[in-house]
Nanobody, 124 residues
């Protein structure tokens, strides 16, 4: 089993930055692909970013490419999402997800473990 706890959400003005963290515990962290997803009110959960076990391969949704950066520190069992140039449309609950396979997925249904989510609100 893997437990995930997100932190770092909050209220920020458009153009600002936030860094989300996701701390993992339980089974060996370094073998899991990790992802960030978000869900706005009335919308489906959508892919934001993902990273492979070594951190060498990263994937981004087109809507965040060039503004968000995903990274991980396996020694700290933590994955991060640095969010810059935030826009009001980035407002959502952000979820951390983990998967036990080496392949990196961009679909929510492929992830086995989820955190409780952290709210990000971007004001205009």
């Amino acid at each position: 089993q893997v437990q995930l706890v997100e932190s770092g959400g909050g209220l920020v003005q458009a153009g600002g930055s936030l860094r989300l963290s996701c701390a993992a515990s339980g089974r060996t962290f370094s073998i899991y692909a990790m992802g960030w997803f978000r869900q706005a009110p009335g919308k489906e959960r959508e892919f934001v970013a993902a990273i492979n076990w070594s951190g060498g391969n990263t994937y981004y949704a087109d809507s965040v490419k060039g503004r968000f950066t995903i990274s991980r520190e396996n020694i700290k069992n933590t994955v991060y999402l640095q969010m810059n140039s935030l826009k009001p449309e980035d407002t959502a609950v952000y979820y951390c997800a983990a998967d036990g396979r080496l392949k990196v997925f961009t679909t929510a249904s492929d992830y086995n473990y989820w955190g409780q989510g952290t709210q990000v609100t971007v004001s205009s």
